[in-house]
């Protein structure tokens, strides 16, 4: 069964105090790996896919890197509007078209 | 263009009455998921519709729920006899299929409160 583990469950840094947010991933065979942002009351917005180890992807002060186990998602110098919920999904070779999603960090950054 | 649409946002029943879900996905997407959010936990893969092949409901968490799509246009979910438990954010989501694993865009969800 394909499992998806995020940590750390809450982050609160200062504006400008850069950061990563970890997803460990157990997947029968890696067809990709999403990054959503997810506000309060909201449905998740789409980030990043990533489909092979040392793949990497970018997007304003947002990285996203790639292994075999894990992926990590690098913020540098946040500001107070990246504050959310990041999700982790995988999207396994095998079975159905579904994502399994793990239940996300809540990143809170202070002003 | 639009992106998913759900309706109603917010949805307040009592136990045992069934409620109906709506989602209208994005234009071209041959692909309906839905996912349902418990507080504080991931969310939950439910069912999955592409175009006319019989669709995927290895989610679905007891036969009280059903879901319908007509061709590639409006989807329902349906919870029958509605329990407590089944008090959740329900999301919607849609995509293109066969070009390189697109991602999946959500609508904002229904909040369900069952008292």
């Known amino acids: 069964e394909d499992q998806v583990t995020q940590s750390p469950e809450a982050l609160r840094l200062q504006e400008g105090e850069s950061s990563s947010l970890n997803c460990s991933y157990t997947?029968?065979?890696?067809?990709?790996l999403f990054w959503y942002r997810q506000d309060p009351g909201k449905g998740p917005e789409f980030l990043f896919t990533?489909?092979?180890a040392g793949e990497e992807k970018e997007k304003e002060r947002l990285k996203a890197t790639l292994t075999k186990k894990e992926s990590f998602l690098h913020i540098t110098a946040p500001k107070p509007e990246d504050s959310a919920t990041y999700l982790c999904?995988?999207?396994?070779?095998?079975?159905?078209?579904?994502?399994?999603f793990g239940t996300g960090t809540r990143l809170t950054i202070i002003p | 263009g639009a992106g998913v649409s759900q309706s109603p946002s917010n949805k307040v029943t009592e136990k045992g009455k069934d409620v109906e879900l709506r989602c209208d996905p994005i234009?071209?997407?041959?692909?309906l998921y839905w996912y349902r959010q418990r507080l504080g936990q991931g969310l939950e893969f439910l069912i999955y519709?592409?175009?006319?092949?019989?669709?995927?409901k290895s989610g679905l968490p007891s036969d009280r729920f059903s879901a319908e799509r007509t061709g590639e246009s409006v989807s329902t979910l349906t919870i029958q006899r509605t329990q407590q438990e089944d008090s959740a954010v329900y999301l919607c989501?849609?995509?293109?299929?066969?070009?390189?694993?697109?991602?999946?865009?959500f609508g904002d969800g229904t909040r369900l409160s069952i008292l």
């Open positions: 989501a849609s995509s293109l299929i066969g070009e390189n694993n697109q991602p999946q865009h």
């Open positions: 997947v029968s065979g890696l067809r990709g």
């Open positions: 990533l489909y092979s």
């Open positions: 999904a995988v999207h396994s070779n095998f079975g159905n078209e579904k994502l399994t």
């Open positions: 234009s071209g997407h041959t692909a």
């Open positions: 519709f592409q175009g006319n092949s019989a669709p995927d």
